[in-house]
T-cell receptor
Framework: EPEVTQTPSHQVTQMGQEVILRCVPISNHLYFYWYRQILGQKVEFLVS????????KSEIFDDQFSVERPDGSNFTLKIRSTKLEDSAMYFC????????????FGQGTRLTVV | AQSVTQPDIHITVSEGASLELRCNYSYGATPYLFWYVQSPGQGLQLLLKYFSGDTLVQGIKGFEAEFKRSQSSFNLRKPSVHWSDAAEYFCAVGAYNNDMRFGAGTRLTVKP
C-alpha cells in the first residue's frame, strides 16, 4: 500500500540552526500539507501546497518557514533559524486530485531544538 | 474558518463497554469530517471520514460516526471497546481543499 514517507524520524538541532524536514508524498498525489503537533497538544495546520505554490498557510507559518518541492518526489519544510518552541512532531500529508479525497499522513519527524 | 471542539479531554471506559467521543465543528459550508487515531509516538491513522451522503459512516476497527448537521456534531462511537483502542482520538474538519483543522483530542483509557 502506498504511503507518505518522512525523514528523518527524529532530528535534534541547536537553537538558531536551519533544519530541513523531508517528505515523499504518495506518487500520484497533487496536494501536500505540513502539520505540527507540540507534545501533548493538538495537531495544527501549517501550510498547504498545490501546483508548485502555497495555497494556504496558517499564522504559525511565518517567515522562518518555507516549503519546496525541489523535484518530482520530495516535499520539504525548512525552518530557517530554529527556536526552542519549534520543538514538535511535524507531519507531512498528501492528497490526490478530487474533492472527496482524504489526506494521508506520514509517521512524522520529531524535531527537538536544544 | 473552520474549527473543531472536542469537549472531553480524557475518557476512561471499561473493556467491553460502549464508547462515544464527542466532536462539534464550526464551518460555514458543507464540512468534510474526519476521525483520526494516534497511538503514543505514532502518526495519525484515519478511522473514518464523511464527505456527503449517508450521515452514518462506518470506519475501521469497528468504529462509526454520525454526522448531525443540526447539531454541528460528528460523534465517534464503538459498541464494545477493546484494550487496544486506548489512544488519542482527533476529530478534524476540512474545507473543500482539505486544509484540515483538528480538535484538541480526547485521550481514551481502557480499564481491564
Amino acid at each position: 500500500e502506498p504511503e507518505v514517507t518522512q525523514t528523518p524520524s527524529h532530528q535534534v538541532t541547536q537553537m538558531g540552526q536551519e533544519v530541513i524536514l523531508r517528505c515523499v508524498p504518495i506518487s500520484n498525489h497533487l496536494y501536500f500539507y505540513w502539520y505540527r503537533q507540540i507534545l501533548g497538544q493538538k495537531v495544527e495546520f501549517l501550510v498547504s501546497f498545490y501546483n508548485n505554490e502555497i495555497s494556504e498557510k496558517s499564522e504559525i507559518f511565518d517567515d522562518q518557514f518555507s516549503v519546496e518541492r525541489p523535484d518530482g518526489s520530495n516535499f520539504t519544510l525548512k525552518i530557517r533559524s530554529t527556536k526552542l518552541e519549534d520543538s514538535a512532531m511535524y507531519f507531512c500529508a498528501s492528497r490526490e486530485r478530487g474533492m472527496n479525497t482524504e489526506a494521508f499522513f506520514g509517521q512524522g519527524t520529531r524535531l527537538t531544538v536544544v | 474558518a473552520q474549527s473543531v471542539t472536542q469537549p472531553d479531554i480524557h475518557i476512561t471506559v471499561s473493556e467491553g463497554a460502549s464508547l462515544e467521543l464527542r466532536c462539534n465543528y464550526s464551518y460555514g459550508a458543507t464540512p468534510y469530517l474526519f476521525w483520526y487515531v494516534q497511538s503514543p509516538g505514532q502518526g495519525l491513522q484515519l478511522l473514518l471520514k464523511y464527505f456527503s451522503g449517508d450521515t452514518l459512516v462506518q470506519g475501521i476497527k469497528g468504529f462509526e460516526a454520525e454526522f448531525k448537521r443540526s447539531q454541528s456534531s460528528f460523534n465517534l462511537r464503538k459498541p464494545s471497546v477493546h484494550w487496544s483502542d486506548a489512544a488519542e482520538y482527533f476529530c478534524a474538519v476540512g474545507a473543500y481543499n482539505n486544509d484540515m483543522r483538528f480538535g484538541a483530542g480526547t485521550r481514551l483509557t481502557v480499564k481491564p
